[in-house]
């Protein structure tokens, strides 16, 4: 390709690389090589030079873009996701995150609330006590994992589209952003579509029983439409929001819509 | 499908010149691509959560971590299914699946099957196929199809709901995309070794003749 370009006469190519790599960010460095070791399999049967991997990451976002378009277009607000009776509940249901489980956020329920900003009338907090009286309703659907693997579980919760009617909210906005108590600060955008669809919940107890450490006391959006991990857990804030805000995992590359 | 059925037929007659048409080599080069593409980032995929004991070396796998290799595998698709759904309806439409891959017969198949392995099967002719070449190329365009049906179920098990319900469910569908991923490798290797030992044959995938 462009490769010639890159060429600067008496300069060893791969020295050069390993100099750049070193004056990068760790975090950046570690990704970019890892990129570049992901295509090193793919330069010996292209002949491609591995320079041109940036501009093959570049590529692949933006295809990235287009398929959540397409998703957003094949999303059919009234198709619901299967559900199941709760004899085919997986016991036990995985727990999953990027830390181990004693890591895994402790929220005191007393203390808590959950912020609510943007673009919505009421920007009032909300104890847990406000949301348990609620009315929830009770949902047995799959979960599917990003990495593959699915389980089937019990959420009961609020209809997430009944809070955002409750607070005012725009539901012309583009997104509701959440953020969590997790480590390093796990937070992510859910179109707002898949906000209102019938299924979305803020989920407060999992097989009938308060919602347990391990699957992100106090509240849980559960989005059986989505993948798991825009199924954001431990939950402190939502923002209706224009603005694509980004989230943990979309910004590292995985798709934005994830949708299932 | 006139015009395409025509504009095939003057390269019939020529079947004595060219033994793969244009449109056939560049499509087997584009899904040869594709194929390499999805196999290698599918790997990867994979070994985030292994279907079985065992996991894909990173060597021969394509995106360095499960992110990167979703983003080739969700990229690599449409080259795979916009090029598969051409060759399908080309195939078709031009008659050329029905003027070499039919008919099957199980006689000519043992038969046949029989000449391969004693190395007594002929190649003169490479513009007709033998049955053991038909069988296997009626059954990898089969196995094509159900890969791209079963990823789909994956990629969208509630809009597509009634494409899972085909496979039964969403674990199944992986199984069955993961059966017909290692039905693709032992293809691949049969064809690419057997390529190799009639050489000719390649030449014909690559300028025609």
């Given at each position: 390709m462009a490769k010639r370009s890159f060429l600067i006469p008496g300069v060893d190519r791969r020295l050069l690389i390993k100099d750049a790599v070193k004056s990068m960010p760790d975090l950046t460095r570690r990704r970019f090589i890892a990129g570049g070791a992901s295509l090193g399999a793919l330069t010996l049967l292209t002949g491609c030079d591995v320079l041109d991997s940036d501009r093959a990451e570049e590529v692949l976002k933006q295809v990235s873009k287009f398929n959540d378009t397409v998703q957003a277009w094949m999303f059919n607000p009234d198709a619901l996701a299967p559900t199941f009776p709760e004899s085919a509940i997986t016991k036990p249901f995985p727990f999953n995150a990027y830390y181990d489980l004693d890591d895994a956020p402790e929220v005191d329920g007393k203390t808590w609330k959950l912020e609510v900003r943007g673009l919505v009338d009421n920007k009032k907090s909300w104890t847990l006590d406000e949301l348990y009286a609620l009315p929830q309703v009770k949902q047995v659907t799959r979960h599917i994992c990003v990495e593959g693997w699915s389980a089937i579980g019990s959420w009961t919760g609020t209809p997430l589209r009944d809070f955002l009617k409750l607070i005012g909210a725009d539901t012309r906005a583009k997104y509701v952003w959440f953020q969590c108590a997790d480590k390093e600060g796990y937070n992510s955008p859910l179109d707002m579509r898949t906000a209102l669809h019938p299924q979305t919940q803020m989920t407060f107890k999992f097989a009938d029983e308060i919602l347990p450490r391990a699957y992100g006391f106090p509240m849980k959006i559960r989005v059986p439409t989505k993948l798991g991990f825009k199924n954001p857990k431990y939950v402190i804030s939502m923002e209706v929001t224009n603005d694509y805000k980004g989230g943990y995992w979309e910004d590292q590359g995985y798709n934005s819509f994830s949708g299932s | 499908m006139s015009t395409l059925a025509a504009a095939d037929g003057p390269t019939v007659q020529e079947s004595a010149k060219t033994i793969q048409p244009a449109w056939v080599r560049t499509m087997h080069w584009i899904n040869a691509v594709a194929m390499i593409l999805m196999i290698m980032s599918g790997w990867q995929i994979y070994n985030a959560s292994p279907l079985f004991d065992f996991h894909f070396d990173k060597s021969i796998t394509l995106g360095g971590w499960l992110g990167g290799a979703l983003l080739w595998h969700f990229a690599a698709m449409w080259l795979l299914m916009i090029n598969g759904l051409a060759y399908l309806v080309t195939g078709f439409a031009t008659g050329r699946f029905r003027r070499k891959?039919?008919?099957?017969?199980p006689g000519g198949v043992i038969s046949d099957a029989k000449a391969a392995l004693t190395f007594k099967l002929s190649h003169d002719d490479l513009s007709k196929y033998n049955y053991v070449q038909k069988l296997l190329y009626a059954g990898i365009i089969a196995v094509g199809v159900v890969i791209v049906l079963s990823g789909l179920s994956m990629w969208k098990p509630v809009q597509l709901y009634y494409l899972v319900m085909l496979f039964g469910d969403y674990p199944t569908a992986r199984y069955v995309h993961f059966i017909c991923m290692a039905l693709i490798c032992l293809f691949l290797i049969v064809h690419v070794v057997l390529a190799l030992l009639v050489p000719k044959s390649l030449r014909a995938m690559i300028i025609g003749r």
């Open positions: - | 891959l039919l008919p099957i017969t």
